[in-house]
Nanobody, 125 residues
Framework: QVQLVESGGGSVQAGGSLRLSCAASGRFSTSINMGWFRQAPGKEREFVAAIIWSGDTTHYADSVKGRFTISRDNAKNTVYLQMNSLKPEDTAVYSC??????????????????WGQGTQVTVSS
C-alpha cells in the first residue's frame, strides 16, 4: 500500500505561482510512476503531468506545458508540481497518483493504483 498526501494548495491571483508537494509513504519501490491530475467543478478529471519511474522523463498536458514543472526527490519520497503563470482556468482540486512503471498510458487514470485526497488550487482574475 502507498499513502499519498498533497500539500501546497491555496488561492493566488492570475500570474502567480504555487508549488504542490505529494509525500508518499508505505511500502513501495522508487520505481513507480507519479502523476498529477486535476478536476474542476462540473468537469472530468484531467491529466496534468507525470514523471516516469527513472525520474528523467516528464510529460505534460498541452494546457500546462511551459508553465508547470514536475519533479521528484526519491530521498524524500516526494513529488512536486511547480506551477507558474497561473490562470483562472487552472482552478481545480489537484491530486497526485502513483502507479507501476510504464512508458505509455501515463496520462490516464487507470495507470495509477494509489491516489491522494487532493488539494484545492484557486486562481482569481
Amino acid at each position: 500500500q502507498v499513502q499519498l498526501v498533497e500539500s501546497g494548495g491555496g488561492s493566488v491571483q492570475a500570474g502567480g505561482s504555487l508549488r504542490l508537494s505529494c509525500a508518499a509513504s508505505g511500502r513501495f519501490s522508487t520505481s513507480i510512476n507519479m502523476g498529477w491530475f486535476r478536476q474542476a467543478p462540473g468537469k472530468e478529471r484531467e491529466f496534468v503531468a507525470a514523471i516516469i519511474w527513472s525520474g528523467d522523463t516528464t510529460h505534460y498536458a498541452d494546457s500546462v506545458k511551459g508553465r508547470f514543472t514536475i519533479s521528484r526527490d526519491n530521498a524524500k519520497n516526494t513529488v512536486y508540481l511547480q506551477m507558474n503563470s497561473l490562470k483562472p482556468e487552472d482552478t481545480a482540486v489537484y491530486s497526485c497518483a502513483a502507479g507501476p512503471p510504464r512508458y505509455s498510458g501515463y496520462d490516464a487514470s487507470p495507470a495509477y493504483n494509489f491516489w491522494g485526497q487532493g488539494t484545492q488550487v484557486t486562481v482569481s482574475s
